[in-house]
Structure formats: C-alpha cells, structure tokens
C-alpha cells in the first residue's frame, strides 16, 4: 500500500514562497509521473504541476512562472518551490500520480496566503 505525506504547509503572506514536500512509500516512486494538486475551498481538486520519471515537467498557467517542481527518487520525495504567492493559492495542496488509477490521497498539507 503506497502512502503519500505532505508537509510544509502554512500561513504566509503575499509574495512570500513556501516549499511543499510529499514522502512517497513503497518501492514504485521512481517509475511514476508525479504530480502535485490543490483544492481550494468549494472548488474541485486541480492538477497543477506533474513531473514525469524523466523529470520533464508541466505546470498549470495559473502558476507557471512562479511555482516549480522537482523530485528526489534517492528519497521517493517530489516537491513543490511555490514563489510569489497569492491569495489565490490557498488551498489545501496534495500530491499523486498524474493520472489514474491514483494512489490512496493523502491528508494533504494547507496553504493559506494572505492579503
């Protein structure tokens, strides 16, 4: 059973940068695109940036410029370098697979930012 944490979450305020990091069990980290999702408050959980095996990346336009993301397969980690902040990115931010059939979700880690 693969389990996702994320950590790194918080209060921050606008334009300030915060890093997410999500650990990843089990021994298929390395071979799977990664991505990085966010639900903000009434709204539907959104893909916004994925990493593949070979590190090519792909981030949303609402946080292309500002946010990037990157892994560690020593360390079955994938991360999430989140600059210029805005209020609009408050949300509580998981990670997966990029694509189905996802890994069990995570509790996910909240990031809050404020005006």
């Known amino acids: 059973q693969v389990q996702l944490v994320e950590s790194g979450g918080g209060l921050v305020q606008a334009g300030g940068s915060l890093r997410l990091s999500c650990a990843v069990s089990g021994s298929v980290f390395s071979i799977n695109a990664m991505g990085w999702y966010r639900q903000a408050l009434g709204k539907q959980r959104e893909l916004i940036a994925f990493i593949t095996s070979g590190e090519r990346t792909n981030l949303a336009d609402s946080v292309k410029g500002r946010f990037t993301i990157s892994r560690d397969n020593a360390k079955n980690t994938v991360y999430l370098q989140m600059n210029s902040l805005k209020p609009e990115d408050t949300a509580t931010y998981y990670c997966?697979?990029?694509?189905?059939?996802?890994?069990?979700w995570g509790q996910g880690t909240q990031v809050t930012v404020s005006s």
């Open positions: 997966n697979k990029n694509s189905p059939p996802y890994y069990s």
